[in-house]
C-alpha cells in the first residue's frame, strides 16, 4: 500500500533539469492507505518512507544529502538528517540517501507534535524540493494520550462450537513504535493459566489462544490485556460453549419412599447449552401417558400403582442423557409394622452390648 507521486516536467535549459523536474517520491505507509500516522504520547512514531529520482539527476543525490521533515506553519526544520538531536523532532532517519531512504523515527513526541509534516530533499545546492500538497500527501501525524483498548475476537465459523471442537481466541494491538512493542498477556475466570501464540508484523502484535472446547468452557471470561509502556488497557469476551447434557440427576421430594395418598414431586436437573427438553418414563421405557414434560414432575394423590423406576431424558439439539429414581409405596399398617420392628432390634441391640457380647450390629432402624 504506498502512494507514489511524480511530476515531471517537458522543457530543458541548458540540458540541465532543475532541481524541480524530475523528481520521484514514494510515501509507504504499512498497511495505510491514507498519510496518517498514529503515536502515542511519550513513545516513538514511525514512518516508513523512500523516495526515488530520475536516473538523470543522480550524481546531484550523495550520502551527504539532507533528508528533513518540515511541520506546516513553521519555516524551519523539525528534523535534519545532518543534526538529527538538534530539531523540535529528535530521532533517527534510516539508511542513506543513496539507498533513497526516508524512513524516520522520531522520538519521545507527546501532544505538541500533532500536526502535518512534509518531506524535503537537498543535495549539493541543485536537488531541492518540497514534498507537499497540494502535489503531493504530506503526513498527518496524531498523538495519543493512552493506548486504545485491544481488539478481541473469535473467528466466524467458531461463533458456536460443541466439545470436541477447536476454537481460537485472536486478540491484536497496534504497534506504534516498533522499537519499543507492546505486550500481550492473556488471562481467563479458569483456575489455569492460558497462553497465546504470539505474531507481530511493523504495526501490529496478535496473540492466538487456541484451545479444544469442553463444557467447561461455557461462560468462562478471556481477558487480553496489552501493555504499553506501563499502560495496561485490557478488553473481556465471554465464551458461549454449546454442549450436549451433562450431570443429568432425578431425584424424589420429599423422599423416594412415600406413604400412600401422600404426594411426591421428581426433579430432574442437566448442565447443557443450548436448554434441554424434559421427558418423563416408566419402567417400560415409554412415555408416560399422558406424555409428562418439563423438569417436574408430581404425584399428588399415590397409590400402590405408582410404585416403580421412573426415567427423565435431557434432551438438546447436541445430544441426550437419561437419569432414574425408584419409587416406593407403602400403607400406614406397614409404616408401624417398620416402626414396631425397629423398636426391638433397638432393644435387642442395647441388651447385646450390656451383657458384653461382641456383636457387630448393622444398624438402628
Not at 460453549?241 to 450431570?247: D, E, G, I, Q
Not at 420429599?254 to 404426594?263: A, D, H, L, Q, R
Amino acid at each position: 500500500n504506498s502512494t507514489v507521486i511524480q511530476l515531471r516536467c517537458k522543457y530543458m535549459v541548458k540540458y540541465k533539469f532543475t532541481s524541480e523536474q524530475l523528481v520521484l517520491l514514494t510515501l509507504k505507509y504499512f498497511e495505510q492507505i491514507s498519510s496518517k500516522v498514529e503515536a502515542l504520547n511519550g513513545s516513538c512514531v514511525f514512518i516508513p518512507c523512500t523516495f526515488d529520482i530520475n536516473q538523470q539527476l543522480e550524481n546531484y543525490l550523495t550520502d551527504s544529502a539532507k533528508r528533513m521533515w518540515f511541520k506546516d506553519g513553521r519555516s524551519t526544520a523539525v528534523f535534519d538528517s545532518s543534526r538529527p538531536n538538534n530539531g523540535l523532532l529528535k530521532g533517527e532517519i534510516f539508511g542513506t540517501a543513496t539507498e533513497k531512504n526516508c524512513t524516520t523515527r522520531f522520538d519521545n513526541v507527546d501532544q505538541s507534535h500533532d500536526g502535518s509534516y512534509y518531506f524535503r530533499l537537498e543535495a549539493n545546492g541543485v536537488l531541492k524540493y518540497n514534498y507537499k500538497e497540494p502535489t503531493y500527501s504530506q503526513v498527518q501525524i496524531t498523538v495519543l494520550g493512552s493506548p486504545p483498548k485491544p481488539t478481541l475476537s473469535i473467528f466466524p465459523d467458531q461463533q458456536e462450537t460443541t466439545e470436541g471442537s477447536s476454537v481460537s481466541l485472536r486478540c491484536s494491538t497496534k504497534i506504534f513504535c516498533p522499537s519499543r512493542p507492546p505486550s500481550l498477556t492473556w488471562s481467563s475466570s479458569l483456575i489455569e493459566s492460558v497462553t497465546g501464540q504470539q505474531y507481530q508484523s511493523q504495526t501490529e502484535l496478535i496473540s492466538d489462544l487456541n484451545f479444544t472446547v469442553s463444557h467447561r468452557h461455557h461462560r468462562v471470561t478471556f481477558n487480553c490485556t496489552a501493555t504499553h509502556q506501563l499502560q495496561q488497557p485490557s478488553t473481556t469476551l465471554n465464551y458461549i460453549n454449546l454442549y450436549a447434557p451433562k450431570n443429568t440427576s432425578l431425584s424424589a421430594f420429599p423422599s423416594s419412599s412415600v406413604m400412600e395418598g401422600n404426594p411426591v414431586t421428581l426433579i430432574c436437573s442437566s448442565d447443557a447449552n443450548p436448554a434441554v427438553n424434559y421427558t418423563w418414563y416408566r419402567d417400560t421405557e415409554r412415555p408416560l401417558n399422558p406424555v409428562q414434560t418439563g423438569s417436574n414432575l408430581t404425584i399428588k394423590n399415590t397409590d400402590p400403582t405408582h410404585s416403580g423406576r421412573y426415567y427423565c431424558t435431557a434432551e438438546n439439539k447436541h445430544g441426550t442423557q437419561n437419569s432414574s429414581v425408584l419409587l416406593d409405596m407403602f400403607n400406614m399398617s406397614t409404616w408401624y409394622s417398620l416402626r414396631i420392628l425397629g423398636h426391638l432390634l433397638s432393644v435387642w441391640h442395647e441388651y447385646l452390648l450390656s451383657s458384653g457380647h461382641l456383636v457387630q450390629v448393622l444398624g438402628n432402624l
